[in-house]
């Protein structure tokens, strides 16, 4: 009996269009990260415009895209990046982050995590236990709170605006004690303190006598695609001691964004 098909034989690929233009639309999206409208996207890849729309509505349904309602701008979002990040960066940036986070963890004594964002929750990928008796672990996968911990604020204030207003508009600000913050005008006036500092602190928000110091790890486009922290008790981390240990945790995340190649594509240019 012989087979029919519609494609060549003899290995040719098998074209399906409709995934061809929602892939052409991603890598579009990929390289203008301020995003564009369905218009623009339809003109530079020379597609119809109803296709753009069923295409960019299907991803925005699934999580894979956000549309800044102002500007009618589409970006892509973390999910597409946290699907890449379990089968190649994710090793990448703990293999790169590793023996950072052992240095970093013998200057100041306590745990060192890293972690990153996914979708709306943080989530630790590694960690490097503190050198005292009593000291903090947490299991890699744990959900990490966008609003109380430091290294989603830190990851978070350096996203851009369009991004960052996203997830602020969407978030969550559960209440969990009297440090907790839970006005999004507070939240966003912290994260501008954040961009200034390079650094985020998680003073209590959470749990009652535990602090972090956290920091963001940058890509070769100056993206946040991980954070490096530190956490402990308010006792051995009192206020006194946050800028010197945000210093140590700022300087190290860097070492890490530079293996990244953050940097590389300015120093080329």
Known sequence: MVMKTSAKQNGSLH???GLERALAIIELLANNHKGLTMSEMADKLDIPKNSVFRITMTLLDRGYLQRDDSSKRFV???KLLAIGYTTISDRNIVENAMDVMRELRDSVKE??????????????????????HFKFTVSPGKHLYLHTSAPCKAQIAFLPPVERQKVMKQMQLPRFNVHTITSKKALGKELGEIRKLGY??????????????????????????????????????????????????????????????????????
């Open 111 to 132: 745990t060192v995590l890293l972690g990153t964002l996914l979708e709306d929750k943080g989530i630790v990928m590694e960690q490097v236990l503190g050198l005292h």
């Open 15 to 17: 074209h399906v269009p």
């Open 76 to 78: 892509l979002t973390r």
């Open 200 to 269: 985020a602190i998680d003073r209590e928000e959470e749990f009652v006598g535990v602090v972090c110091i956290g920091a963001p790890v940058l890509d070769q486009h100056g993206y946040p695609v991980a954070a490096i922290w530190t956490t402990g008790p308010s006792d051995r981390m009192p206020a006194s001691k946050f800028k010197q240990i945000g210093e140590l945790v700022k300087e190290n995340a860097m070492r890490i964004s530079r293996r990244l190649g953050y940097g590389m594509l300015y120093s080329i240019l």
